[in-house]
């Protein structure tokens, strides 16, 4: 064994990556040299097996020993016999017992002739005499100043102190290698429990998030998470029906988080807000100069949620003409610009919300059926409030602190219980979006702590009042639902004096925007009554 061979292993060994890829390197590379018999290596850890350790009464506090990690070598005298095992009566060393453990105790290096009459250290001279074992040399591994184990050669070679002093130098390589592979893999350990921990967290935020806003412990609220929670993880095409103001936005955005695409975009798009000659542009782009004001490529929504969740709000409200171009998209993922001949293709999943009975909307004409059961692969019900009234206090729990939060209204204020048996007495013809507003109404009216709570008439079909016997409610056909809503508009657009947008609107009465309430009065063909002539 040469100096030059030593560095050519050291190289080979700093080349490892894993800590059992550094120890066999070192002892197989040592093993491979000429006149070297055996090669190991031990390394300083807790005790483990002192129970049946071999060496047990010579140890002296049991706490922590010599493990045999790594060994390399072959016999003469049986050529198929391999010392590769980590395992017989010296995988433990108690530190400053025998050679091998007073090197790990006192970082000393110790060199050894064999067959001079000073054999009495051996623990087998009849082995090593079969073996025609000249050397023990051993050097102690150490990294900053501390000792991490024992690199130890038996040799058939006379090994004198020039060889030792290489080794000693070779040991150092071998113990920085150690250290940093060590280092290495705690990284890698380190990095793999944070990716856990981030990926765990995740699913904690997303799940937080995913149902954020969604406010309830009814059975209503329940079955509905249930639905989401059944549909999410799919590409299935969501119709999301319900009243407005019952929160059907919330919905999509908890479907689009807890899917496969929650790291993409989810884009909203209020269907009843885009002007018939946009309807195109909007959804799927135009290219400059396609039409007047086009002075530039425009991407549309569909473009725009590629690979993500588009959501189309109000649904309902896209005239029966246009309808068929938004089919065409939702069957065959293309789609063209506006002013441009190439096909364009997505991927995006739909879900749709409507507050109107789309299959009344299809018998009327005004709703293509094709592309209403393209919607309606999974439909899902949003409870209006006034079937979980039991949710009310919950709510008011919950959007007490929106309205007060940042100090914007400063404000802490609370409902009493009468307060919150009459909302709980009122029907919510606009739902939570309508509370929302009472309350925010309610925390901007509050005087000394008291909540300035104005709660609505109670309706004719209200829930009865505590302590009273709840009947079957009476049923309803469309027509008279029809009706029913068409009269409560007509009532609060008189309250409100024909003023439908702004504070003490009608829009702001019924919980629901201008321009829904807008689109309702058209599909009604209700008009504000023109004055008489004097």
């Known amino acids: 064994m040469d100096l030059l061979a030593l560095q050519q292993i050291a190289l080979y060994v700093a080349q490892a990556g894993a800590v059992d890829d550094v120890l066999s390197s070192i002892v197989q590379g040592l093993s491979n040299e000429p006149g070297v018999a055996l090669a190991r290596i031990w390394l300083i850890a ?12 010579d140890c002296p506090d049991q706490t922590a020993c010599l493990h045999l990690v790594a060994s390399a070598g072959r016999s003469k005298v049986d050529p198929n016999e391999v010392w590769s095992g980590t395992e017989g009566r010296f995988r433990r060393f108690p530190l400053n017992v025998r050679k091998v453990g007073r090197i790990g105790a006192t970082g000393a290096a110790a060199l ?9 250290w051996l623990a087998d001279p009849d082995w090593a005499r079969r073996e025609g074992l000249r050397t023990f040399a051993g050097q102690p591994l150490i990294f900053r100043d501390e000792v991490l184990g024992v690199l130890a050669l038996f040799t058939r070679k006379d090994f004198g102190a020039e060889e030792l002093g290489w080794l000693r130098t070779f040991a150092d390589h071998a113990a920085v290698a150690l250290a940093n592979a060590r280092a290495f893999e705690e990284v890698c350990e380190l990095r793999q429990q944070l990716e856990l921990e981030c990926d765990y967290l995740r699913e904690e935020m997303r799940a937080v998030q995913a149902f954020h806003g969604i406010v309830g412990e009814s059975p209503a609220i329940q079955k509905l998470l249930q639905q989401i929670e059944t549909v999410a993880p799919t590409d299935a095409t969501v ?8 929160g059907k936005e919330l919905i999509a955005s908890a479907i689009h988080e807890q899917s496969s695409r929650r790291n993409r975009p989810l884009v909203r798009v209020n269907c009843a807000s885009i002007p018939r000659e946009l309807f195109e542009s909007e959804f799927f782009g135009h290219t400059a100069g396609a039409f007047t004001g086009a002075t530039r490529d425009r991407a ?46 997505v991927d995006v999943r739909i879900v749709a919300a409507t ?4 299959e009344q909307e299809v018998e009327a004409g005004r709703f293509r059926q094709d592309l209403y059961y393209r919607l309606t692969v999974f439909p899902v019900q949003v409870p209006p409030l006034r079937e979980r009234r039991g949710d009310i206090p919950l709510l008011v729990d919950h959007f007490l602190p929106l309205a007060t939060r940042g100090g914007r209204l400063g404000r802490r204020v609370r409902p009493s219980k009468s307060q919150l048996e009459a909302l709980q007495r009122y029907d919510w013809p606009g739902n939570v979006r309508e509370l929302q507003n009472v309350i925010e109404r309610a925390v901007i009216g509050s005087r000394g702590g008291k909540l300035a709570l104005e709660v609505p008439s109670a309706s004719p079909s209200s829930a009865p009042a505590q302590g009273t016997t709840e009947t079957e409610p009476r049923l309803l056909s469309f027509a008279e639902l029809k009706k029913l809503e068409r009269d409560n508009i007509l009532a609060v657009l008189d309250h409100a004096h024909w003023k439908i947008a702004g504070p003490g609107g009608a829009a702001d009465l019924l919980g ?8 309702r009065l058209r599909a009604m063909g209700i008009e504000r009554p023109r004055s008489g002539a004097g």
Do not use: M, W, Y
Request: aromatic share 4%; net charge negative.
């Open 46 to 57: 807790p005790g483990d097996i002192c129970a049946s350790c071999p060496l047990r009464a």
């Open 355 to 358: 507050n109107r009975d789309l």
């Open 300 to 345: 549309g929504r569909f473009q725009v949620a590629d690979k993500g969740t588009l959501f189309l709000d109000e649904v309902g409200e896209i005239p029966v003409e246009l309808q068929g171009k938004l089919l065409r998209v939702l069957q065959e993922g293309q789609f063209s610009r506006v002013g441009e001949d190439t096909e364009r293709k």
């Open 112 to 120: 050894l002739h064999i067959g001079t009459g000073e054999d009495g």
């Open 239 to 246: 119709l999301v029906e319900g009243e407005s103001g019952t």
């Open 512 to 519: 629901v925007n201008p321009s829904t309430l807008a689109s």
